[in-house]
Nanobody, 124 residues
Framework: QVHLVESGGDSVQAGGSLRLSCVASGDTFSHYCMGWFRQVSGKEREWLGTVDNDDSTKYLDSVQGRFAISRDDSKATVYLQMNRMKPDDSAMYYC??????????????????WGQGTQVTVSS
């Protein structure tokens, strides 16, 4: 089992940058691929990207080039660097951990461990 705690959410101006962190505890961090998601109240959760245990990454097309996900297994932490932020980026941001086997199978992130989220607000 993995316990995840996100931090770094804040209010920023459009065009600004923010880095979110997600610290994991419990099971071995390197046994999981890590994902970042966001959700606006009343809307579906949106996948933003994933970093595998080999540091390979995948991104939602609309954030590709603006957002970057990285991980530091020595700190059991995954990061989401957000640049050139837009008001549409305002949301609650969540990290999630999915077992490597499930990642390779392409299993639903519904089976993942989730953090409580951190709020990001981007003003114009």
């Amino acid at each position: 089992q993995v316990h995840l705690v996100e931090s770094g959410g804040d209010s920023v101006q459009a065009g600004g940058s923010l880095r979110l962190s997600c610290v994991a505890s419990g099971d071995t961090f390197s046994h999981y691929c890590m994902g970042w998601f966001r959700q606006v109240s009343g809307k579906e959760r949106e996948w933003l990207g994933t970093v595998d245990n080999d540091d390979s990454t995948k991104y939602l097309d609309s954030v590709q080039g603006r957002f970057a996900i990285s991980r530091d297994d020595s700190k059991a932490t995954v990061y989401l660097q957000m640049n050139r932020m837009k008001p549409d980026d305002s949301a609650m941001y969540y990290c999630a951990a999915l077992g490597l086997y499930d990642c390779y199978l392409g299993s639903s992130w519904d089976h993942a461990y989730w953090g409580q989220g951190t709020q990001v607000t981007v003003s114009s």
